[in-house]
C-alpha cells in the first residue's frame, strides 16, 4: 500500500471515530432534561396539536343516563360516538397501591356496587378499597370499572383519543407510584401510546417528577390543588417551563386574567362546564376549552 493510501485510511479512521463519538455523545445528551432545550431556551418543547381536536374535554370519560364520575367504559363509548376525542380520566391509589380509574375511595362506596349487589361502604366498617374489590364492582349497579391496561386497551383501539390525567396527588411518592404504572403497564401493551397522554401537574414541582419518569410529549397545569398560584407566578412558571395549557374553576376567570396569559401564547381550560350559555360567556372573557360532563362537540 502507498503512503498516500495509508494516509487516506488513516483520516478515515480518523473522521469515522469523531463521527461516531459525537453521535454517541449526543444520542446519550438526548436521554437527559437538557436536550428538550428548544432554541427559545425552553426547557421542554410540548405539543399542543391535539387541542384542534376540539374545544371540549369529556370530564372523567363524560356523563351517562345523568351519571358523572364514573370513568366507566360504558361513559367512554357514549361520549366518543357523541363526538369527544378528548378525555379527562380520575386515577386513584387503591389500599394496595394499584392505581385505577376511580374519583376517590368514598365516591367508589357511595355509589358502586360489589358481587352481591350491595353497596361496599358500611359507617362501622367500609369495604376495604383494594384493587380487586374495586374491579369486581359495578358503578350505580350497570358501569363497569377500569384498571390502567383497560384504559390503554381503550387506547390502543380508539387511536384518535387522548387523555388528561387527574391524578389527585402532587407528592413525590404517589406521583412515582402512578406516573411508573402507566409507563409500565404500557411497555406491556403498547408505549407508543403514552403520547396521546397528557398529564395535569398541580404544582411545578409535579413536572419535574413527572419528566424524570416519562418524556411525555404534552403537559398541563391545573390549579385546582395549589392555593398559592398567582397570575404573575403562572405565568413565569409557563415561560420558563415551556407548559403552554392552563387549567382554572370557570368563576376565576376575568378578561385581564385570559389577556395576560394569552399574551404568551398561553392556551386555558375551565373546569367543569355544563351550561352553554356559561361557556359562551366564558369565551367572551377569552376561556378556550372546557372540561365539561355532558355538552357534546
Known amino acids: 500500500m502507498s ?43 410540548f405539543d399542543y396539536n391535539w387541542v384542534e381536536k376540539s374545544p371540549y374535554i369529556a370530564h372523567a370519560f363524560g356523563g351517562i343516563n345523568g351519571d358523572t364520575y364514573t370513568n366507566s367504559y360504558e361513559a367512554f363509548l357514549l361520549n366518543y360516538q357523541l363526538g ?7 386515577f386513584s391509589v387503591t389500599d394496595d397501591n394499584r392505581t385505577v380509574l376511580a374519583h376517590d375511595a368514598d365516591h367508589w362506596r357511595k355509589v358502586a356496587t360489589v358481587k352481591d349487589g350491595s353497596k361496599p361502604t358500611d359507617n362501622v366498617n367500609p369495604t376495604a378499597f383494594t384493587y380487586d374489590n374495586f374491579m369486581s364492582s359495578l358503578w350505580y349497579d350497570k358501569y363497569h370499572t377500569l384498571d390502567i391496561e383497560d384504559l390503554l386497551q381503550i387506547m390502543k383501539s380508539h387511536p384518535d383519543i387522548y387523555i388528561v390525567t387527574d391524578t ?25 401510546l403514552l403520547d396521546r397522554f397528557i398529564p395535569q401537574i398541580y404544582n411545578p414541582e409535579m413536572l419535574g417528577y413527572i419528566m424524570d419518569i416519562y418524556p411525555w410529549k404534552s403537559v398541563i397545569y ?37 389577556s395576560l396569559w394569552h399574551s404568551a401564547g398561553l392556551k386555558i381550560a375551565t373546569h367543569t362546564d355544563n351550561n352553554l350559555n356559561a361557556i359562551n360567556e366564558l369565551r367572551s372573557l377569552g376561556a378556550d376549552f372546557f372540561y365539561t360532563d355532558f355538552l357534546i362537540p
Open 222 to 258: 391545573t390549579l385546582y390543588a395549589n392555593p398559592s398560584w398567582t397570575p404573575d407566578n403562572v405565568l413565569t412558571f409557563a415561560n420558563e417551563s415551556g407548559v403552554k395549557f392552563i387549567t382554572i374553576h370557570s368563576p376565576i376567570v376575568t378578561k385581564e386574567l385570559t
Open 168 to 192: 389527585k396527588y402532587s407528592d413525590k411518592e404517589h406521583v412515582d407510584l402512578q406516573f411508573s404504572e402507566f409507563v409500565k403497564t404500557a411497555q406491556k401493551v403498547d408505549e407508543s
Open 3 to 45: 503512503t498516500i493510501s495509508i494516509i487516506i485510511v488513516l483520516t478515515g479512521l480518523l473522521v469515522g471515530g469523531f463521527y461516531l463519538f459525537h453521535n454517541y455523545s449526543n444520542s446519550d445528551s438526548r436521554k437527559t432534561p437538557e436536550a428538550n432545550t428548544t432554541n427559545t431556551g425552553l426547557p421542554y418543547d
Open 84 to 90: 369527544h376525542r378528548i378525555f379527562e380520566v380520575d
